[in-house]
């Protein structure tokens, strides 16, 4: 198989073809924010529910992606020696009955038990997806992929406290986690009908030690695991933003859960617009500049949010939304970037990249959980402080003798 990062490849599918492909990539990419979106709503009146402080039932958040980073962890590795498809169809089938074990969950102890269960077969289908990609595509071919379906993924974070608001007129917040249960059915469909994409050539065939252990062979990838490390960094503080979320915009700010929705859903719709606006205008750009420029963005949210953010809702929601856009815009070319500095093990590459996000992206959570005086200022204080850092961290990097496949060509992809 041809590992060219720069030369355009692509692997067909007999009964999916390339659309169906691309809806299933997205589908997977969505399974994050519709594991949590959903019932971001819901949270508060969870914890009354619950008869739980707002630490305890946001652990259903923070457990669920711990568990997903150390699920992810061990299944890209697993997807590099048993293939794409097997695993995809154990982590549905995990998904699948613990959603349902959520829905049916007596107390806050059982649903955060059931969740870390759901982290884990969550783990196992996208950490498959970004390894498919890679597979599938190369060079622009596999950008423009990753900013399709990142894109329509995009939809998730919109359509999903939508939907969860709405369900809490006619169910309370179990039924967010009963549609969570057939929407991993479906996936479990699209998983039956694709074709494996890992060549035989490509497969590791040691011993199933040996596959885990190629994790610590990417992770001495000094030009892949510092900018996995910069971009991870980045995206910290969104995380802490999906967990206080609900709480700035309905006990902060006095709104309901149905407004809250339209909020969060208008961030991410506008959001959408990041990774188009990287393809159309800016993938050729010198690619050194452009993370600083996205970067800077975000520390510019973070300054905004701390100040004009804590004077009403709508000054909030734009203050924030420039640190949504600049995690979309840059999105498809970090994540491209760290794919093409590994040949081979991308099972293991994409279960790094994805371990790093979520582990970090716990922490962004814990940190926006504390018991803040001003939970707003807390965030600002968070998005400015760790974006500052990951700008200071890419500039040093770059301008290093550490050599990274994409950036020597200065505006060339």
Not at 57 to 64: H, I
Not at 298 to 321: D, E, H, K, N, Q
């Amino acid at each position: 198989m041809n590992n060219n990062p720069t030369e355009d490849r692509e692997i067909s599918q007999p009964y999916l073809k390339h659309t169906g492909l691309v809806i299933f990539l997205a589908l997977m990419n969505a399974f994050i924010p519709l594991s949590t979106d959903m019932y971001l709503p819901a949270l508060p009146s969870m914890s009354a529910y619950f008869n739980s402080s707002s630490a305890i039932t946001n652990l259903t958040l923070s457990s669920f992606f711990l568990f997903y980073a150390i699920g992810i962890l061990f299944w890209g590795p697993l997807s590099d020696k048993f293939g794409r498809r097997r695993i995809l169809l154990i982590g549905s089938i995990i998904y699948a009955l613990s959603s349902i074990a959520c829905a049916l969950a007596i107390n806050v102890t059982f649903l955060i038990g059931a969740r870390i269960m759901q982290g884990i077969g969550a783990g196992g289908i996208t950490s498959v997806a970004m390894a498919i990609i890679k597979d599938s595509y190369s060079g622009k071919k596999r950008e423009s992929i990753l900013a399709v379906c990142q894109a329509i993924a995009g939809l998730a974070p919109m359509l999903a406290p939508i939907i969860g608001s709405l369900l809490l007129h006619f169910a309370d917040w179990r039924g967010s986690f009963w549609v969570l249960a057939i929407i991993s059915l479906i996936n479990l469909v699209f998983s039956l009908l694709f074709k494996e994409t890992l060549q035989d050539e490509d497969r590791y065939s040691g011993s199933l030690f040996g596959a885990v252990g190629r994790l610590f062979v990417v992770a001495k990838n000094k030009a892949f695991i510092i900018p996995a490390l910069i971009f991870s960094i980045s995206s910290l503080p969104f995380m802490g933003y999906i967990a206080v979320s609900s709480y700035i915009y309905v006990d902060y700010f006095g709104l309901s859960a149905q407004t809250y929705s339209v909020f969060f859903a208008a961030n991410a719709l506008l959001s959408l617009a990041g990774p188009f606006i990287y393809v159309k205008f800016l993938s050729n750009m010198d690619k050194k500049w452009f993370a600083t420029l996205t970067l800077s963005m975000a520390t510019l949210s973070g300054i905004a949010v701390m100040t004009i953010g804590r004077s009403s809702p709508y000054l909030f929601w734009a203050s924030f939304l420039l640190m949504s856009l600049s995690g979309t815009i840059v999105r498809p070319f970090s994540t491209n970037l760290l794919l093409n500095q590994q040949k081979g093990d991308t099972g293991s590459a994409a279960s790094l990249i994805g371990t790093l996000f979520t582990v970090l992206g716990s922490v962004g959570m814990s940190l926006a959980s504390l018991p803040w005086a001003d939970t707003v200022l807390g965030l600002g204080l968070i998005i400015a402080g760790f974006s500052v850092f990951s700008l200071l961290a890419w500039n040093i990097t770059v301008r290093s003798s550490l050599s990274i496949i994409g950036l020597e060509n200065g505006p060339k992809s």
